[in-house]
């Protein structure tokens, strides 16, 4: 084995189960369509690779947040629509009509600004149109809609409207009634506007049932085997597997302590495993004394802080624990979501912050 087949730590990406999470989509959403959410790079695990198997799989529209992650993409999905969530503003546009980007426009403004580029280039131009109707982040608001539905034909000159959407903003919380406010708005805004496709959900907007489905939905973090409504089962198969190798154990008398700021002390004689993996490769330091780790799929609980390149745990109970052994800190023993718990934070903030350090490795298969 030569130095650089040697991996302390490793991020497997399973291309299969993306794949798999989408046909689940299909299932629970058909007959709407599925527009894959690859934003962010795919929520940390590559929007490139998961973009090609999406593809494979039959994906013909995809949504992005920035325009750089919608030229990234277009070669991997060259006949597909690809819509870019944070709109149009001026010096986008000539980028946008080059590759062929769909603009999702979020103001009046915008929508004034895109009817005339499509004048000036003599070209009707393609585009979303975002309603808020209650995030209160992007989006039309509720009250500038009447001055849109006054005059469709003038207002949207020149703009061919492919699609009409908003984005729930309690929808993981199945008993909001947030969710049914935001609903009854949507349908409100879209009786308005010209008649063009709806869309109104992510991942957790499809577990809601039907009425929230309309004519196309955008699954996100259930593609990449997050649990969209927390509380329930997830029906996502697991996508991402962070490991580190084991570099040292070693006996800890009662009393000691591990780590900085000496956070953990022994109560009993404890063997303690040190793992290839810390801040740096997205561990984030509040799972220290919190989270787990997994060994054979065994669970051992994480001993002190987590450090920049290491973090520690007691594997006193488990058995046949060696150096080399793979240490699964996300996975199939200890899910992302038991992660964002353990963090208290969200699992896309977990998926998004896992950095590039630990060698990747894309595999075709589920498992």
Request: with cysteine; net charge neutral.
């Amino acid at each position: 084995m030569s130095e650089n087949d040697f991996e302390a730590a490793r991020l497997t990406v399973r291309l299969g189960a993306i794949v798999s999470n989408y046909r689940l989509f299909q299932r629970l959403a058909g007959p709407a369509a599925i527009g894959s959410v690859v934003k962010a790079d795919s929520y940390g695990l590559g929007a490139e690779f998961a973009t090609s198997a999406l593809v494979g799989a039959g994906c013909d529209t995809f949504f992005v947040a920035r325009l750089e992650e919608g030229v990234a993409i277009r070669p991997r999905a060259p006949h597909a629509r690809i819509f870019v969530l944070d709109g149009a503003p001026p010096d986008a546009v000539p980028a946008l009509v080059t590759h062929r980007l769909t603009p999702v426009l979020n103001s009046v403004a915008e929508v004034a600004a895109w009817s005339a580029v499509a004048r000036e280039s003599r070209s009707v131009l393609d585009a979303a149109l975002h309603i808020d109707t209650g995030m209160n982040r992007l989006g039309v608001p509720g009250d500038e809609l009447p001055f849109l539905a006054a005059e469709p034909r003038k207002r949207f000159d020149g703009i061919r409207l492919v699609l009409v959407m908003s984005h729930l903003a309690c929808s993981d919380e199945p008993d909001s009634k947030m969710n049914r406010i935001q609903l009854d708005r949507f349908k409100t805004a879209l009786a308005l506007l010209p008649a063009a496709p709806a869309s109104l959900s992510s991942s957790a907007g499809v577990l809601l049932g039907k009425d929230y489905l309309f004519d196309m939905v955008r699954p996100g973090l259930g593609l990449y085997g997050g649990n969209p409504q927390l509380g329930r089962s997830n029906p996502f198969a697991v996508c991402a597997v962070l490991t580190g190798r084991v570099l040292q154990l070693r006996r800890v008398d009662k009393g000691e302590s591990v780590g900085y700021g000496a956070t953990f002390r022994a109560k009993r004689p404890t063997v303690i495993a040190t793992a290839a993996l810390g801040y740096a490769d997205g561990l984030m330091r509040a799972i220290g004394n919190r989270g787990a780790g997994a060994i054979h799929g065994q669970r051992a609980p994480i001993a002190g802080r987590v450090s920049m390149d290491l973090i520690t745990l007691d594997v006193t109970d488990l058995k046949n624990v060696k150096i080399g052994d793979d240490v699964e800190f996300v996975g199939d023993t200890i899910t992302v979501d038991e992660v964002a718990a353990a963090a208290n934070t969200a699992p896309y903030e977990i998926l998004t912050s896992l950095s590039h350090r630990a060698p990747r490795r894309y595999v075709e298969g589920e498992r």
